[in-house]
């Protein structure tokens, strides 16, 4: 797969077309039927989370972190140690309901599977905390007239490592991970605007227009997701990305961890404007 | 003292006046000089904090329900465990800069005490919380032209115990506090539209005008702070308080703790603009 999407999926019960009509309901039950995609522009109006397990161990310096770097990990929700159910997606298995997972040990991603179930059942203290997404806002955009180009292109984001530190906490420190989306010069007020009106989501961008300055040297080879589209007078506008934790797990190396494959994303029943400020 | 404002206090050093216009470094001298008093109306511009401070083994459980209840519990920072010093003001000592402490033991508050390095000394694992406070949007309120009572009669705010829940989280759970307002019928929208930009402060309102359905009995005899005013068609507005993790220590029991005194803030170098949405 590595990122691109398939618009017709095919499951074990026959093919699935997933797209911005898709309930969360729908598009949970394809992933956990086998199906394999990024989440952007499904399920319209619904909140898409970021997510990362740990073990209990690490959980208290984890949620510090998130506390000390609100704009990469807005926390949406952290799960009961042990518990796969979260109360964002009624009836939702966090271990099957995910398109595509990762798992870490000693801050090394040693195997991308799409189901945890027998992982998780070796690790009996697992901590999930779920974390807001920039999809959330990218309707939002699109509703107001901004073409959000990597949809348009039935793409992932394109996201990227930076030299932005975030504040340690604990056994914690990272650089942040920002997404990318071109946005042409007299619309960058409003995708600034109107994603500032979502700050559990990550909120206003980091940054626009200088990659450069935030340690960004190919805007053409991401570190994560798919390579961008810039069309014509296009300004590069990076907001803080929740592939952040990522970033974490690589540089303080807990010796075990599931996050979501990039782009991958948990597909929540929250609609979009609970969190909207 | 019991809640009522001294526009002029003595301090070892001579007589200090705070109001508006006094800067926060000057006010948590003042404090730290043994000035008691509430802290609304102060130091203009600048965030306040409510304060709890936990032995560790409580600090997991008590982050987690502030992450659960982002409404009464929005967090502005967490100190690493035994660090007096905050950074959201810099040169500050959290054992001293506030006007009024509370000590608690097994959910009781023991002692009321201006002071707390000597109970500190004896507790080395203490992890401080500072909680965003209403405080921070009462001068944009006034700057729109809203009346806060409590302001203009130089008492500290009416604050109620609720039958809200909140989310417990771990050895955790509450019912939410609340702060009051008297707001006139055609001001309400903009008070909460105001409020609403800074929800890093409790933002807009829980609740407009109905005490009785969460379960305020008694208006005018507050659980916290000072009884309110309230002017001819006055409507009472409600919003989520940052004393609301004194409550869950009542209900919780945790066998130490230290609270600021309802109404006695921290008041951070921070601009309350940092805050805004």
Redesign the interface.
């Known amino acids: 797969m590595d990122g691109r999407l398939m618009d017709k999926a095919t499951t074990g019960a026959g093919e699935t077309v997933l797209g911005a009509a898709t309930s969360p309901q729908d598009a949970r039950r394809a992933f956990r039927g086998g199906v394999v995609r990024p989440t952007c522009g499904i399920a319209r109006g619904y909140a898409q989370a970021n997510m990362i397990m740990l073990p209990r161990e690490y959980?208290?310096d984890f949620?510090?972190f998130?506390?000390?770097n609100p704009r990469p990990c807005p926390?949406l929700e952290?799960l009961d140690e042990g518990s796969p159910y979260p109360t964002t997606a009624k009836g939702s298995d966090i271990r099957t309901d995910i398109p595509l997972y990762r798992i870490w040990e000693d801050g090394k991603a040693v195997d991308t599977v799409d189901d945890i179930s027998d992982v998780w059942a070796r690790h009996d203290d697992l901590v999930t905390f779920l974390i807001g997404c920039s999809f959330t806002f990218e309707f939002p955009l699109m509703d107001a007239g901004i073409p959000v180009r990597h949809i348009e292109a039935g793409r992932n984001v394109p996201m990227y490592d930076t030299s932005i530190a975030c504040a340690p906490a604990g056994r914690f420190t990272s650089t942040m991970v920002v997404s990318m989306r071109g946005i042409q010069p007299d619309r960058i007020s409003d995708a600034v605007r109107i994603s500032?009106?979502y700050?559990r989501v990550h909120?206003s961008p980091v940054q626009v227009g200088h990659p450069e300055q935030i340690g960004i040297d190919d805007l053409d080879h991401p570190d994560y997701g798919d390579p961008p589209i810039l069309k014509e007078g296009d300004v590069s506008v990076f907001w803080a990305c929740g592939v952040t934790p990522q970033a974490a797990v690589m540089a303080s190396k807990p010796d075990f961890a599931i996050t979501h494959a990039p782009g991958h994303m948990f597909i929540t029943d929250v609609p979009d404007i609970t969190y909207m400020?």
């Open positions: 959980a208290y949620l510090l998130t506390q000390r926390l952290v500032g009106y700050p909120g400020v």
